[in-house]
């Protein structure tokens, strides 16, 4: 299966791999391979996105508005120093390390330009792709951490948008929840053989590298260099959550109940949070684990209170609990947040359409404060009555969490000066 | 922001793009000397919408085409293509950047079979191509492409892609919909009629295969919210979907705008339809219908940001549409259909500008705009003169997409080398974010059909024909799902892995598909070659040729020599290494 016999240092292996004399005989190779503990990096800083696709109604989840018209079903429970909706009571007991904050107000309300300012920190424009937030981690920390052989940046599930003018190498590595990544071995192909086909491809591609057609063929270069990395490394089993406890898969993913009607309900999202906490362990940086089925323009409470929200509670809860447990709390920071927030009016289908203008993100862990509901809106929900935030806020807030200057600049293909979080400040409130 | 606004919006109304819009009364809000400004722009329309323009033209606008103008052609005598091409070079001398050479043969036959018939071109056409001698060699095999049946199946695929998704929703019939763009595009039917008949379509889905595009913008009941976004985006070029909540920041799509358009589309009903499946044990989709409801209401009602509720009736940039009227059978008259006539009325709707925009896109991989599916004053075009005149030439030529890839293909700039120079790779790198000038080829990753269909040709499985074409694609659609991801939102999006990140390198070293590709089986690519060809530099080469559309190069010849300078029985490893490398290689998955 692994192109690596046990012990060996895939680093090591792939120095040899990358070499383009294919004279090393097998023998003299296969000497070469030194023996190397893989040491698990504890106390590692990281970031997990919760992502909402769709746009959740924090109206009813984390900022409720009981006796207004607007208010719909739900009745607010006290979470820690602030209150969050009666369907998140397990997540409520975990409440004092997260927070909400309760104005943002991001002004798009369209799923794709959303999900890009919410990612990005940037609205979108025509003249240059910004790099989305898991990216931006990675460049920042991935890079740094020279024991990684698996992808700085993963996506369970989620829809993580484009590393933009950081480039491919520092793509999100898209996989599903069943922790199998397709096609990562050489199905039992002799190394020198691979290696031969390797130095083949080298020379092929290096030629065209140098034809200056622009920075694709590079690119592509980069990321076949991480697949081989990949696909020799034991790192990989952190993606396999059928190496942990039942017991703690139960505690994710509340086996039993049943599972959501978009095939990621209850138990996906669980899983993936699990295995986001494995990928941290393993000293991945940034996992974004996607929940969809938030775009509920009818029909939201019988959906949220059935389904949505008990699987998210359970999720989210059984993470929180597991990161304290494991003592990882102080250096991973949680992000939760979807492209927009939903309509405070309700509409003629029960249902609540796309709002952009007032909304809740939730965000902790990390150093940050716990407990706290930052910012404010209206009795109805309409608008924010504190200082209102943007995606850039959050951002910022979680740079600071993860040991990221705010002060950060990266520079755009054409040269342009981008800074981190678009130049925006973290939340005071929350880094005291 | 708002400055930003005001100056682009001047510069909209100079280069006259808004024409479809330009008579009506939806801009009554313009200052009086941007009026100005477009009835002047109306003026030199006029001008130049006739043929002969090109000769016409002043000669100082010519000049600066320089040298090189007489010396580039296809071989085609189309005047317009004159025209593109002076357009574009004014870009050049107006950008100071210098084009790159004309590209080879064999550079120009790989890109032209990817993007007209979507996979490379068999070995034994490149070498026809590079031994024939006939000038105009270039244009007679786009005519020939054209009437390729892989020309239908390419287009049945984008176009399929753009209108219901890679991965059709549910109770879509990915089938219903291919069957009615392959008519379509095997036909050359007038684009006109084919907006037409799928805005307006009614029916079983896959009877009117048509109907599917509505049917996949109705995934959630939202009263036609997403119809009215997709319909606007995808065929006029327009992105409204911000205004359905609020006056939209960017651009003049105001909110009572969406709403009236939306009206068209609250006649949509659908009928699902089950049977028993003794089989399954259970009851399955047997089909779907799109149907017409009766007495909807003359006006929908929407709120606006201040919380007043306004009703929208249904109009059409300011134009009302009569659908007060029974149709010949006694119903309600179907307001799709007289949207849809109203999108493709005059001299240049913008049904004709944004597929003019998307198709230049589809070829150079940069439309005249960023994004190709946003054409308004707040996003002026690269080329304004150019888009304007193709979406006329368009128009006049009856719609005829055929007519417009042959204008595009037959242009200088289609025709240039991939590789940049010093002299333009800095100005024009629409990847890092300049103005697209086309001063030489932008590379394009191949799409997963295209790697597919292209895989299929190069290892000539084609030529089994053992499947037919619905076999053919239901097995590709197979292997086409593990890379996509839907989002189960009302836009019904969907994101791939086949994006050049490192689940599609894994598939390209690992997978079935390019295992089978390089099998040395009977009748496969390299089991002919290493029959049939006697010497390993012909071998060499005929590989070089099949997979990347050229010979190798002297160092690339050596390598080659040396790896297959090995005992008989080790040959075949050997060639299937080679072959493996070639096909992973970033010069084979990127259209240069």
């Known amino acids: ?194 290696k031969n086909r390797l130095a083949m491809l080298g020379t092929i591609e290096d030629s065209f590298i140098a034809s200056k057609r622009g920075e694709a063929p590079q690119a592509h270069k980069d990321v076949y260099k991480k697949a081989i990395d990949l696909m020799t490394s034991k790192q990989m089993e952190a993606f396999r959550i059928d190496k942990e406890d039942p017991k703690t898969i139960d505690r994710y993913t509340n086996a039993g109940a049943p599972a959501g009607m978009m095939g990621r309900g209850n138990n996906d999202f669980g899983r ?78 029960v249902g609540r359409d796309h709002w952009a203008a007032s909304w809740s993100v939730m965000i902790g862990g990390g150093n940050l404060k716990g407990g706290l509901g930052v910012g404010q809106t209206d009795s109805d929900g309409l608008t924010c009555e504190s200082k209102p935030y943007l995606p850039g806020n959050i951002w910022a807030t979680a740079c600071h969490a993860l040991g990221i200057p705010t002060t950060t600049v990266h520079t755009s293909k054409r040269g342009r000066p981008m800074k981190i979080a678009n130049g925006e400040a973290p939340i005071a409130e929350l880094i005291g | 922001m708002r400055m930003w606004c005001g100056s682009r919006m001047a510069r909209w109304a100079a280069a006259s793009l808004a024409i479809a819009i330009s008579a009506s009364v939806a801009m009554t809000a313009e200052e009086p000397e941007s009026k100005d400004a477009k009835s002047k722009a109306a003026a030199k329309d006029a001008k130049t919408g006739s043929e002969k323009s090109t000769s016409e033209k002043p000669t100082a606008e010519a000049k600066p085409a320089g040298k090189k103008r007489e010396e580039f052609t296809t071989g085609s005598s189309d005047v317009l293509i004159s025209f593109i091409n002076e357009q574009i070079r004014q870009g050049w001398v107006d950008n100071e950047v210098e084009p790159s050479e004309a590209a080879g043969d064999g550079e120009w036959i790989r890109r032209v079979y990817l993007d007209i018939v979507g996979h490379v071109p068999p070995m034994e056409e490149i070498e026809k191509f590079l031994a024939d001698k006939d000038k105009a060699k270039r244009s007679k095999l786009i005519d020939k492409l054209l009437d390729d049946p892989a020309y239908v199946r390419h287009w049945t695929t984008v176009w399929a892609n753009l209108t219901i998704g890679q991965q059709a929703p549910r109770e879509v019939s990915r089938k219903g919909m291919e069957k009615f763009l392959r008519e379509a595009f095997t036909k050359n039917r007038p684009w006109n009629e084919v907006v037409i008949d799928i805005v307006s379509a009614e029916g079983n889905f896959e009877e009117n295969g048509a109907v599917n595009y509505i049917l996949a913008q109705m995934v959630m009941p939202d009263d036609g919210v997403q119809a009215t976004a997709k319909t606007t985006r995808l065929f006029m070029g327009m992105q409204v979907q911000c205004t359905q909540c609020h006056n939209h920041p960017f651009n003049d799509w105001q909110q009572r705008q969406f709403w009236e358009f939306n009206n068209f589309f609250r006649q949509l009903t659908k009928r699902t339809v089950q049977k028993y499946d003794p089989k399954a ?73 944004a597929m003019v925009n998307r198709m230049w896109s589809q070829f150079f991989g940069y439309g005249f705009t960023k994004p190709v599916d946003d054409l308004g004053p707040h996003n002026p075009a690269s080329h304004p003169e150019l888009l304007e005149r193709l979406g006329a030439e368009f128009v006049k030529s009856r719609y005829d997409v055929k007519q417009l890839i042959r204008w595009i293909c037959n242009s200088e700039a289609y025709n240039l080398t991939s590789q940049a120079t010093k002299a333009n790779e800095e100005k024009d790198n629409p990847a890092a974010g300049t103005t697209a000038l086309f001063s030489h ?96 530099k012909d071998r060499i080469r005929r590989l070089y040729l099949t997979t990347l559309g050229r010979n190798p190069n002297a160092k690339e010849q050596q390598m080659a020599a040396g790896v297959v300078r090995v005992p008989n029985d080790q040959k075949l490893a050997a060639y299937q290494d080679m072959f493996w490398a070639l096909l992973n290689s970033n010069e084979f998955i990127f259209i240069h």
């Not at chain 1, 949220?304 to 990161?323: E, G, Q, V």
């Not at chain 2, 659609?477 to 189960?488: A, Y």
């Not at chain 2, 099998?519 to 390299?526: C, R």
């Open chain 2, 441 to 536: 080829v932008y590379l394009k990753s191949m799409s997963a059909e295209q790697l597919y269909d292209s895989l299929i040709v190069a290892t000539n499985a084609h030529k089994s024909g053992r499947s037919s074409w619905e076999q053919a694609e239901d097995k590709k659609r197979v292997w086409l799902r593990q890379f996509v991801t839907t989002f189960g939102t009302d836009e019904g999006d969907e994101s791939t892995t086949f994006n050049g990140s490192i689940p599609q390198a894994l598939m390209m070293m690992n997978g079935e598909l390019v295992k089978d590709a390089i099998s040395a089986q009977k009748g496969s690519f390299l089991n002919t070659i290493l029959s049939e060809t006697p010497q390993d």
């Open chain 1, 272 to 349: 993936g949070l699990l295995m986001a906490r494995r990928l941290v362990e393993a000293g991945v940086p940034f996992v974004e684990v996607g929940m969809g089925g938030w775009d509920l323009h009818a029909n939201v409470f019988n959906t949220l209170k059935d389904r949505n929200l008990p699987a998210m509670d359970t999720a989210i809860s059984a993470l929180i609990t597991d990161l304290k447990e494991r003592s990882m709390i102080k250096d991973v920071v949680v992000v939760w947040m979807g492209e927009f927030g939903r309509t405070p009016r309700i509409n003629q289908d």
């Open chain 1, 1 to 194: 299966m692994n192109l690596v016999p046990n012990g060996m240092s895939r680093r090591h292996f792939m120095s040899h791999m990358a070499a383009t004399a294919a004279t090393i005989p097998a023998i003299q190779f296969m000497q070469h391979l030194q023996v190397h503990a893989e040491t698990v990096k504890k106390n590692q800083k990281a970031c997990i996105l919760m992502w909402m696709g769709g746009g959740p109604p924090t109206i009813d989840i984390w900022d409720l508005k009981p006796g207004s018209k607007n208010g719909g079903e739900f009745k607010p429970i006290t979470a820690a120093g602030t209150q969050i909706s009666e369907h998140m009571p397990k997540t409520a007991a975990q409440f004092d390390v997260l927070n909400t904050v309760r104005s943002m107000s991001t002004r798009e309300a369209d799923h794709g330009r959303g999900r890009y300012f919410m990612h990005t920190a940037y609205v979108p424009n025509p003249t240059v792709v910004h790099p989305t937030f898991g990216s931006v981690v990675s460049h920042e920390l991935g890079s740094k951490r020279k024991e990684l052989e698996i992808p700085s940046f993963v996506s369970i599930g989620g829809d993580p948008g484009s590393p933009g003018f950081l480039g491919m190498g520092n793509a999100a590595f898209v996989v599903n929840t069943q922790g199998r990544i397709q096609n990562a071995d050489t199905d039992g192909m002799d190394p020198n053989r691979f």
């Open chain 2, 281 to 353: 044990g259970r009851n399955v989709l047997d089909y779907v219908e799109l149907n017409r409801r009766d007495n909807v209401d003359d006006h929908v009602t929407y709120e606006r940001r201040n919380g007043l509720i306004e009703a929208a009736y249904p109009r059409y940039f300011g134009q009302d549409a009569d659908v007060a009227k029974k149709d010949k059978d006694g119903w309600d008259v179907n307001r799709r259909e007289v949207l849809a006539k109203l999108m493709t009325e005059g001299e240049k709707p913008l049904v004709s500008l």
